[in-house]
Nanobody, 123 residues
Framework: QVQLVESGGGLVQAGGSLRLSCAAS????????MGWFRQAPGKEREFVAA????????YSADPVKGRFTVSRDNAKNTEYLHMNSLKPEDTAVYYC????????????????WGQGTQVTVSS
């Protein structure tokens, strides 16, 4: 069993930055890949980024490439999402999750989700 708690969301103006954190407890954090998803009102949950447990290999969705960076600190059992140049269309609830194998870009490849943290970008 794994527990995930996101934090760091809030209200920011367009062009601003935020850093989201995902603190994990339970199973050994360093042995599994992690991901970030987001869900805006009325829309499906979509992949944002992921990071592997070994070598820290990263994957990012096209809408956030060059603006968002995913990272992890295994010693702190924490995953991060650094978000820069934020846009109003980035407004959503952001979730972290444990990757259980398969396509990184599909939510079906993840289990153990956090409760989410709201990010609101004003224009």
């Amino acid at each position: 069993q794994v527990q995930l708690v996101e934090s760091g969301g809030g209200l920011v103006q367009a062009g601003g930055s935020l850093r989201l954190s995902c603190a994990a407890s339970g199973r050994s954090f360093s042995s599994y890949d992690m991901g970030w998803f987001r869900q805006a009102p009325g829309k499906e949950r979509e992949f944002v980024a992921a990071v592997s447990w070994s070598f820290g290999r990263t994957y990012s969705a096209d809408p956030v490439k060059g603006r968002f960076t995913v990272s992890r600190d295994n010693a702190k059992n924490t995953e991060y999402l650094h978000m820069n140049s934020l846009k109003p269309e980035d407004t959503a609830v952001y979730y972290c999750a444990v990757h259980n194998g398969g396509n990184y870009y599909s939510s079906r490849s993840y289990d153990y989700w956090g409760q989410g943290t709201q990010v609101t970008v004003s224009s």
